[in-house]
């Protein structure tokens, strides 16, 4: 008896080893999805001339070494997804470094400059109903399928991907993504590029997820032993011979005039398959929200003394509006503005010619003329001014409505990053 307890005792240990073994690849797998995370913010970080191109180029190509070396150890299903989702991805951030590249070297004219008309965007809420058989659905039978699902964002060279999403079958009605999604240094004639990218799941190949016919089948001419043994050789197959493929299910395309404070339905591109087994049963339509925040909302374009309207002021202009209080003390104690002058696309700035270095500001409002007098100090104060009122008239008309009602930006950098890292 001794030795048969010995043995089990080893059989115990060894499955107690690999369960441990098991148990620190998740976990370093996951520590490198962080890190990849954490990357984000380098990758997209505001200070631009820290992280040009080709340093991006050289950081992705690290990236792609280390998701193919996790991907050729991977054992388990979701860590070979995992990885080749992020190697797919690091392979779409480059081709788009790379062309930006091009462009760069063929024109010096192309490099990045800090704009006046730049913005901060954000995607989230993303949803995509599904459409399922309703005998498929409420019944749960007949359609076996299950996918894994993500999606890649894309705004000028600025390219994100949401979370893996996976197992989605006839169980769900829509697939949504947790995702916060951030763009920095945003144009105003900016296009969104959404692209959803799925994987049919091979776990498939088991005697369960057969149909009823060809399970019968196979029950009444193989035992259950040799069943699962030939799906497991099937799956082991597939998993040594080739790495989980995503393909191209749907895309779309987002400007300006599709941003919202709210959750909006957009149109969704579906791509035609010869094979529909592979066919994720998405609809014509998805939501999100898709909102964008100009910088010149937040920003102090202009700030001095004035004599607004014979009254001496200190005026500031931020917001699309001109404020004037009372003194600079009383702007520092967060008072109430004296006198706000609302700056949009209607407005006109004239200098007088009659009066020197005296501007002015005519609105309409409701059919009806408000002139406002600014009277500055030196010429030199009048030309700054402006020019500034000016280019703040032109920031208005290419925001449109975004301006007229703001939009409210998450304030995370990026909803994907594990605050736990050390």
């Not at 920003?299 to 004599?307: L, M, R, S, T």
Request: proline share 3%.
């Amino acid at each position: 008896m001794a030795p048969r307890k010995k043995n089990g005792t080893l059989r115990r240990g060894l499955s107690s080893n690999s369960s441990e073994e098991e148990h620190n690849y998740l976990r370093s797998l996951n520590d490198y999805q962080a890190r990849v995370r954490r990357r984000e913010s380098i990758r997209n970080c505001k200070n631009v001339a820290e992280y040009d191109l080709e340093q991006k180029i050289e950081l992705e190509t690290k990236i792609k070494e280390g998701s193919a070396r996790l991907l050729a150890a991977a054992r388990h299903p979701a860590q070979c997804l995992e990885a080749a989702r992020a190697l797919f991805t690091s392979s779409k951030r480059m081709f788009t470094y790379m062309i930006e590249l091009e462009h760069q070297r063929r024109d010096a004219s192309l490099k990045t400059i800090t704009s006046e008309s730049k913005g901060k965007l954000s995607i989230s809420d993303l949803r995509f109903p599904l459409m399922w058989k309703d005998s498929d659905h409420f019944k749960n039978r007949g359609d076996y399928r299950r996918f894994a699902i993500f999606c890649i964002v894309r705004v000028g060279a600025e390219v994100h991907d949401t979370s893996l999403l996976f197992p989605i079958d006839r169980k769900q009605t829509d697939i949504s993504f947790p995702d916060v999604l951030l763009f920095h240094n945003v144009s105003a004639e900016f296009e969104l590029s959404l692209e959803v990218y799925s994987h049919i799941l091979q776990e498939d190949l088991s005697i369960a997820s057969t149909p009823r016919k060809i399970r019968r089948t196979i029950h009444s001419s193989i035992s259950k032993t040799v069943g699962r043994t030939f799906a497991a050789t099937l799956r082991d197959e597939y998993v040594s011979n080739k790495a989980p493929q995503f393909e191209l299910m749907a895309y779309a395309k987002m400007t300006l005039d599709d941003t919202d404070g709210d959750i909006r339905s957009h149109e969704l591109i579906l791509n035609n398959f010869a094979n529909k087994v592979h066919t994720l049963p998405l609809f014509g339509h998805f939501c999100c929200r898709l909102a964008v925040q100009p910088y010149y909302i937040d920003k102090e374009v202009c700030a001095g003394f004035a004599i607004v309207n014979s009254q001496r002021c200190w005026i500031r202009l931020q917001g699309f509006q001109l404020q004037a209080w009372k003194s600079k003390k009383c702007l520092e104690k967060l008072q109430t503005p004296v006198c706000i002058i609302c700056i949009n696309k209607k407005t006109i700035v004239r200098q007088s010619k009659a009066v020197k270095n005296q501007l002015r500001i005519i609105n309409y409002i409701n059919g009806n003329e408000k002139r406002d007098i600014v009277e500055l100090y030196s010429n030199e104060d009048v030309q700054k001014w402006f020019e500034q009122l000016t280019m703040c008239i032109k920031e208005n008309a290419k925001w449109k409505h975004t301006v007229i009602t703001v939009q409210q930006i998450p304030n995370c950098e990026n909803s994907n990053e594990d605050t736990n890292i050390q």
